[in-house]
C-alpha cells in the first residue's frame, strides 16, 4: 500500500491532526487537500502545543514532505505565523511545499465574508469570518487569484486591480464599508512572497512522483464529510468537498491511487455553527461532554455543540467515502457517564428512518431514536491495549462496528500521541512500515 486518505465522519473536530500526525511517523509525504484556515487542528508533542491550520502536522518530522495541495486557500498571512510560530519551537519547515495553483485569501474577500453573514441575521450559516466561501466562490467564477500570480508583479498587479474594481463597489455601495486601497493591498502580498516564494512549485507531479516511486502519501482532510459543499447538510457547510473523492480533485492524482480511505469519529458528536444537529444535548451531558472533552474551536474559540453518537451519519459517511475502517477519538471523555446513547435511527411524523433521510427538513425537526449501553467509571487514560479497557468500553466499540459494518482500526484515549490504542493488527502491518523520529522540541 501507498496511499491512505484520512478524514472526518462527522462534522468536523473529531481529531483528524492527531491520528495524522500519529500516521505521519511511518509516511513520506503528507497532502492537504481542501480548506483553508478555517479549519485547524491541534496537536501535543513532548508538552509542546502546537495549532495548525494550513501546514500539515507531518511538519513535525524532518524528513516527511509536506504539501499544501491545489485545493487549498491559503491566507499567506496565516501561513507565515503559522512558519513563524514552527520557528520559534525550532521545528524546521524546508520541506513544506505549496502548490501553484492553490488560490488566495485576498483582504476583500474575508471583508465580504463578514459582511454577508452579518446581513443574514438569524439565517447566518456560522462561517468562521476567514473569508473561505469567498475564495471558493472566486474560484468558481473563474475570478480567483491564484498563488503562482505571487511569482509575477505585473500580473497579481493587473488581476488585483480588476477584482478591487467590483469588490470595492460592493464592500461601499452595499455595505457602507471603507474600500480597500490597490496600493496598500498590493505591498503587503509582494512582501509575503518574499517569505513563501521558496515553497511554490507544481505539487501534482511531485505527489505522483512519490507514488510511482512507491512511496507511502497521507491526504488529510479538513472539517468533515458532513460538512461538503455537496453532501453535506447544505447550506450549513463549508465551500470544498471535504469527502475523499476531493483528495483527488484537490491534490492532482487520480482515483485508482487511493489505497485506503480512514474515517475518524468522536466517539460522541459535535459541530460548530448552525445546521441540524438531530443528537444535540442542550442538557447538562452536553455541558458535560463541552467542557470534559475541551470542546472549543480551534480556529475560533466557539464553544462546539454536543451530543450523542451518531450512527446515521456514521453510517453515510462510510457509503459516500468508501471508508475502510474507522479511528474513535476522546474515548475517554465518555468515562464517568451512567448510561451512554448510540442515535439508530430520525422519528419523523410516524416514520422512523435508518439511512440519511431524502429532506432536510426531517433532521431538523426528527426525534432521534436512540440505543442505551452500559457506561463505565474507570479512567482509561493510561491504557494502551484494547482487551484492558472496561467490558463496557469495548462493548461500545464493538456495537459501533456492528452497526456500520466496519471494524474500529484505533482508539484514542487522550491528548497525546501515545495514548492511541491500536486494535487493527492488520492496519498496523499496512500502515505501519517504519518509524520516524519527531523533530526534537525544546
Given at each position: 500500500m501507498?496511499?491512505?486518505?484520512?478524514?472526518?465522519?462527522?462534522?468536523?473536530?473529531?481529531?483528524?491532526?492527531?491520528?495524522?500526525?500519529?500516521?505521519?511517523?511511518h509516511v513520506?509525504?503528507?497532502?492537504?487537500?481542501?480548506g483553508?484556515?478555517?479549519?485547524g487542528h491541534?496537536?501535543?508533542l513532548?508538552g509542546?502545543?502546537?495549532?495548525?491550520?494550513?501546514i500539515?502536522s507531518?511538519?513535525?518530522?524532518?524528513?516527511?514532505?509536506c504539501?499544501?495541495?491545489?485545493?487549498v486557500?491559503?491566507?499567506?498571512?496565516?501561513?507565515?505565523?503559522?512558519?513563524?510560530?514552527?520557528?520559534?519551537?525550532?521545528i524546521?519547515?524546508d520541506?513544506l511545499?505549496?502548490?501553484?495553483?492553490?488560490?488566495?485569501?485576498?483582504?476583500?474577500?474575508?471583508?465580504?465574508?463578514?459582511?454577508?453573514e452579518?446581513g443574514l441575521?438569524?439565517?447566518?450559516i456560522?462561517t468562521?469570518?476567514?473569508?473561505?466561501?469567498?475564495?471558493?466562490?472566486?474560484?468558481?467564477?473563474?475570478?480567483?487569484i491564484?498563488?503562482?500570480?505571487?511569482?509575477d508583479?505585473?500580473?497579481?498587479?493587473?488581476?488585483?486591480e480588476?477584482?478591487?474594481?467590483?469588490?470595492?463597489?460592493?464592500?461601499?455601495?452595499i455595505?457602507?464599508?471603507?474600500?480597500?486601497?490597490?496600493?496598500?493591498v498590493?505591498?503587503?502580498?509582494?512582501?509575503?512572497?518574499?517569505?513563501?516564494?521558496?515553497?511554490?512549485?507544481?505539487t501534482s507531479?511531485?505527489i505522483?512522483?512519490?507514488?510511482?516511486?512507491?512511496?507511502?502519501?497521507l491526504?488529510?482532510?479538513?472539517?468533515?464529510?458532513?460538512?461538503?459543499i455537496?453532501?453535506?447538510?447544505?447550506?450549513?457547510?463549508?465551500?470544498?468537498?471535504?469527502?475523499?473523492?476531493?483528495?483527488c480533485?484537490?491534490?492532482?492524482?487520480?482515483?485508482?491511487?487511493?489505497?485506503?480511505?480512514?474515517?475518524?469519529?468522536?466517539?460522541?458528536t459535535?459541530?460548530?455553527?448552525?445546521?441540524p444537529?438531530?443528537?444535540?444535548?442542550?442538557?447538562?451531558?452536553?455541558?458535560?461532554?463541552?467542557e470534559?472533552?475541551?470542546?472549543y474551536?480551534?480556529?475560533?474559540?466557539?464553544?462546539?455543540?454536543?451530543?450523542?453518537?451518531d450512527?446515521i451519519?456514521?453510517?453515510y459517511?462510510?457509503m459516500?467515502?468508501?471508508?475502510?475502517?474507522?479511528?474513535?477519538?476522546?474515548?475517554?471523555i465518555?468515562?464517568?457517564?451512567?448510561?451512554?446513547k448510540?442515535?439508530?435511527?430520525y422519528?419523523?411524523?410516524?416514520?422512523?428512518?435508518k439511512?440519511?433521510?431524502?429532506?432536510?427538513?426531517?433532521m431538523?425537526?426528527?426525534?432521534?431514536?436512540y440505543?442505551e449501553?452500559?457506561?463505565?467509571?474507570?479512567?482509561?487514560g493510561s491504557?494502551?491495549?484494547?482487551?484492558e479497557?472496561?467490558?463496557?468500553a469495548r462493548?461500545?466499540?464493538?456495537?459501533?462496528e456492528?452497526?456500520i459494518?466496519?471494524p474500529?482500526?484505533?482508539i484514542s484515549?487522550g491528548?497525546?500521541r501515545?495514548?492511541?490504542?491500536?486494535?487493527?493488527?492488520?492496519?498496523?502491518?499496512?500502515?505501519?512500515k517504519?518509524?520516524?523520529?519527531?523533530?526534537?522540541?525544546?
Amino acid at each position: 500500500m501507498s496511499s491512505i486518505v484520512i478524514l472526518g465522519a462527522q462534522w468536523g473536530d473529531e481529531g483528524k491532526g492527531r491520528i495524522t500526525d500519529l500516521l505521519a511517523s511511518h509516511v513520506d509525504m503528507v497532502v492537504r487537500f481542501q480548506g483553508g484556515n478555517n479549519a485547524g487542528h491541534t496537536v501535543v508533542l513532548n508538552g509542546n502545543e502546537f495549532k495548525l491550520h494550513l501546514i500539515p502536522s507531518g511538519i513535525l518530522y524532518p524528513d516527511v514532505v509536506c504539501i499544501i495541495g491545489n485545493g487549498v486557500v491559503i491566507n499567506p498571512e496565516v501561513l507565515i505565523e503559522e512558519l513563524d510560530d514552527l520557528g520559534k519551537k525550532e521545528i524546521n519547515a524546508d520541506n513544506l511545499r505549496i502548490s501553484c495553483n492553490a488560490h488566495l485569501v485576498m483582504p476583500y474577500h474575508i471583508i465580504l465574508d463578514k459582511a454577508c453573514e452579518h446581513g443574514l441575521g438569524k439565517s447566518k450559516i456560522g462561517t468562521t469570518h476567514k473569508g473561505i466561501g469567498p475564495v471558493y466562490a472566486d474560484k468558481a467564477s473563474r475570478s480567483g487569484i491564484r498563488v503562482q500570480d505571487l511569482l509575477d508583479e505585473k500580473i497579481f498587479k493587473t488581476k488585483l486591480e480588476e477584482s478591487l474594481k467590483l469588490k470595492n463597489a460592493i464592500i461601499s455601495k452595499i455595505y457602507g464599508l471603507k474600500p480597500l486601497e490597490l496600493g496598500e493591498v498590493f505591498d503587503k502580498y509582494m512582501g509575503y512572497v518574499e517569505r513563501i516564494g521558496k515553497y511554490i512549485t507544481e505539487t501534482s507531479f511531485l505527489i505522483n512522483k512519490a507514488l510511482d516511486m512507491n512511496k507511502t502519501v497521507l491526504f488529510e482532510g479538513a472539517q468533515g464529510t458532513l460538512l461538503d459543499i455537496d453532501h453535506g447538510t447544505y447550506p450549513f457547510v463549508t465551500s470544498s468537498s471535504t469527502i475523499a473523492g476531493g483528495a483527488c480533485v484537490g491534490a492532482g492524482v487520480g482515483p485508482n491511487r487511493i489505497d485506503e480511505v480512514l474515517g475518524v469519529v468522536k466517539a460522541y458528536t459535535t459541530r460548530v455553527g448552525s445546521g441540524p444537529f438531530p443528537t444535540e444535548e442542550k442538557t447538562d451531558i452536553g455541558d458535560y461532554l463541552r467542557e470534559k472533552g475541551n470542546e472549543y474551536g480551534t480556529t475560533t474559540g466557539r464553544p462546539r455543540r454536543c451530543g450523542w453518537l451518531d450512527s446515521i451519519v456514521l453510517k453515510y459517511s462510510v457509503m459516500i467515502n468508501s471508508i475502510k475502517s474507522i479511528a474513535i477519538t476522546k474515548l475517554d471523555i465518555l468515562s464517568g457517564i451512567k448510561k451512554i446513547k448510540i442515535c439508530i435511527g430520525y422519528k419523523y411524523e410516524g416514520k422512523v428512518f435508518k439511512d440519511l433521510p431524502p429532506h432536510q427538513t426531517i433532521m431538523h425537526k426528527c426525534q432521534p431514536v436512540y440505543e442505551e449501553l452500559e457506561g463505565w467509571e474507570e479512567d482509561i487514560g493510561s491504557i494502551n491495549k484494547f482487551n484492558e479497557l472496561p467490558l463496557e468500553a469495548r462493548s461500545y466499540i464493538s456495537r459501533i462496528e456492528e452497526i456500520i459494518n466496519i471494524p474500529v482500526s484505533m482508539i484514542s484515549v487522550g491528548a497525546e500521541r501515545k495514548k492511541i490504542i491500536i486494535k487493527d493488527k492488520n492496519l498496523k502491518r499496512r500502515l505501519f512500515k517504519r518509524e520516524k523520529n519527531p523533530t526534537t522540541v525544546v
